[in-house]
């Protein structure tokens, strides 16, 4: 079983459109987590922690299920520039060291 | 303007090279990463510096070799490469090892075709 898994998409929606990316890890270790964002032939950069608590950045809400081991990303009103690869990301407690998911990649269309 | 840097951006490397890849960060963090990604792949991590000593390698060929001289430079020495190591090379940086919020900030990367 990957250690975190993502659907690859990819998903096409119109602007406006709201869209979920769920992503699933297996390590229950697990203890701090991220969505990150990859354009095309780009570096990824980090696009906001999760928090147990969930949380919001504008358009932009993470959450983090622990008992079910996945976390969530929901995009509203989407942008024709939110058009990327999304990456859900995993830290494993007492590892500094990352694990990435292979992404899922959305496309926005006017 | 990135607070890592990656030099060279792009790079063809025939298989009996020797070549090197640089990183280079701002941001004051003391552990450092290489990373590649090859095409429909997830990010691979190679090595991981931590005040400057390796402390992961992750398996990597012997024809990758990395070396960290101080806290803010990481560089990839690459020899003897097949095509199959074509691929994008991140380098990427962050906080002391363990700690709690280890997000990490990565480099443009250098793009690498050995042909």
């Known amino acids: 079983r990957k250690e975190v898994e993502q659907d690859p998409g990819p998903f096409n929606v119109p602007e406006g459109a709201t869209v979920a990316f769920n992503c699933t890890y297996s390590n229950s270790a697990s203890q701090s987590f991220f969505w990150y964002r990859q354009d095309c032939r780009k570096e990824p950069k980090l696009l906001m922690s999760v928090y147990s608590s969930g949380n919001e950045d504008g358009r932009f809400t993470a959450q983090l299920n622990r008992a079910s081991q996945y976390i969530s990303l929901l995009i509203r009103d989407s942008k024709l520039s939110d058009s990327a690869t999304y990456l859900c990301v995993v830290n494993i407690e007492g590892y500094s060291t990352l694990t990435f998911g292979k992404g899922t990649m959305l496309l926005v269309s006017p | 303007e990135t607070g890592v840097t990656q030099t060279p951006r792009h790079l063809v490397m025939g298989m009996t090279n020797k070549k090197s890849l640089k990183c280079e960060q701002h941001l004051g963090h003391n552990a450092m990463y290489w990373y590649k990604q090859s095409a429909k792949k997830p990010l691979e991590l190679m090595f991981v510096y931590s005040l400057e000593e390796r402390v992961e390698n992750n398996s990597v060929p012997s024809r990758f070799s990395p070396e960290c001289p101080n806290s803010s430079h990481l560089f990839l020495h690459l020899h003897t490469l097949q095509p199959e190591d074509s691929a994008l090379y991140l380098c990427?940086?962050?906080?002391?090892?363990?700690?709690?919020?280890?997000?990490?900030?990565f480099g443009q990367g250098t793009r690498l075709t050995v042909v």
């Open positions: 990427a940086s962050s906080h002391l090892y363990r700690q709690a919020t280890p997000e990490a900030f």
